[in-house]
Nanobody
Framework: VQLQASGGGLVQAGGSLRLSCSHSGMIFMPYYMSWFRQAPGKEREFVAAVAPRGGVTDYADPVKGRFTISTDKAEKTMYLQTSSLKPEDTAVYYC?????????????????????WGQGTLVTVSS
């Protein structure tokens, strides 16, 4: 499985960006697809996730109502549409994926649950 994140950049507070994550190698298998971010000097934190087969979405409280996670129909690309960006959203954003092991599995929110990561894309929000 390979992931490639893109779409980061410099944006003013209140602006928006759409991050993309293309992936390969995930054929006919149910994978959670998620975004994490890591600000300078801080731990990597969960941002959003989408369950396999266009299932439920889950968001961290700081981004609820401002960010939207989605995938294309072929589930080859994942997106994170951000809006109303704040300076505290400044971070390197990483896409990650994890195979769902059970239909009852709760959406995983910790980095250690994910085995595949993209290289990260930097989002900088100026005040």
């Amino acid at each position: 499985v390979q992931l490639q994140a893109s779409g980061g950049g410099l944006v003013q507070a209140g602006g928006s960006l759409r991050l993309s994550c293309s992936h390969s190698g995930m054929i006919f298998m149910p994978y959670y697809m998620s975004w994490f971010r890591q600000a300078p000097g801080k731990e990597r934190e969960f941002v959003a996730a989408v369950a396999p087969r266009g299932g439920v979405t889950d968001y961290a409280d700081p981004v609820k109502g401002r960010f939207t996670i989605s995938t294309d129909k072929a589930e080859k690309t994942m997106y994170l549409q951000t809006s109303s960006l704040k300076p505290e959203d400044t971070a390197v954003y990483y896409c990650a994926t994890k195979l769902r092991t059970s239909p009852l599995e709760v959406v995983p929110r910790t980095p250690d649950r994910y085995g595949y990561w993209g290289q990260g894309t930097l989002v900088t929000v100026s005040s």
